[in-house]
């Protein structure tokens, strides 16, 4: 096989999607992509993707939700997709501020936001509503997973020069096979079908831009887990999808997630649910929420 040349980041708008746009924030670009609503814009989405994810992630879900009016902004996490990758001569910035920066800058009307988290975008979103919840409108959890906080000495360890090289060369290794990537959606959508048509370039290409190794490292050394003490706190109404067949979070959190959750929200399952339900089950994820904002007024 022959090597594969790791990608810079340029930050260029319309670049890498005709659609990408970036949001400057200190020495970080956050790459975020609009996707207008078709006909009369009713409201609008914030959606943060899961670990290891980006902005194609959810593909098929902003196809419905931008034919029922509501125009959708989807971000990349730092370390993720094409925004920044965390080195060690950066200036950190928490993640959540930035966020909450990039959404006030295009709430031009201040009409409020429905957030959107799935996976470990699930974990920042309850992070963001804990903090302030009073940018959004409503909140739709996709199977979140919760982050934990790392001890020092772990966020330490992670982050030493070999640790940072290993995963950098195991990326570049692993990155340009398809069938890898089609493997890795198999265990996230538990649809072998759905795997197998998948278009692994999309899912890929994020891995093969430069630093994304150290990235990674420097992500998971700064992760935190939301205080689930504090979300009864939330007024605004709240919906949590999950699937029975995810082999990524465990029974016990959503249990512990669930119990914590303000009385009332919108509970749902989705039968042989995979953790990445969202893209082969597109269709009942997005009438799940359609349904769920209807009822509470903010769509018509």
Known sequence: MAKTEPITLTFQ???????????????????????????????????????????????????RYTKAGIKCVRVDLPDFGYSTRETKGIHFVPQIPMLY????????????????GHSMGGSVALQMANEDFSRFNAIILNAPLLMFDVPPWLAKFIMVKPMRVIMDKALAFFAPYDWLFKVIELTMTMDPIYSFKYD???????????????????????????????????????????????????????????????????DHKIRFGGHCFLQNRDKETAKLALDFLKKNGLLK
Request: negative net charge; glycine residues 8%; hydrophobic residues 35%.
């Open 13 to 63: 708008p319309g670049e890498p999607f005709a659609n990408s746009q970036y949001y400057k924030h200190g020495d970080y670009d956050l790459h975020y992509r609009i996707d207008p609503a078709i006909g009369a814009e009713k409201a609008k989405m914030f959606m943060i993707h899961g670990f290891g994810c980006d902005t194609t992630f959810f593909d098929e879900l902003v196809e």
């Open 101 to 116: 920066d990039l959404m006030d800058e295009l709430d031009t009307d201040k009409s409020g936001w429905i957030l959107v």
């Open 200 to 266: 692994a370039k999309k899912f890929k290409a994020p891995y093969l831009i430069k630093d994304s190794g150290t990235g990674l490292c420097y992500m998971t050394s700064k992760t935190t887990c939301p205080k689930l003490d504090d979300l009864h706190k939330i007024t605004v109404p709240v919906q949590l999808v999950t699937g029975t067949a995810d082999m990524f979070v465990f029974p016990t959190k959503s249990a512990a997630l669930r119990a914590a959750l303000p009385s009332g929200f919108d």
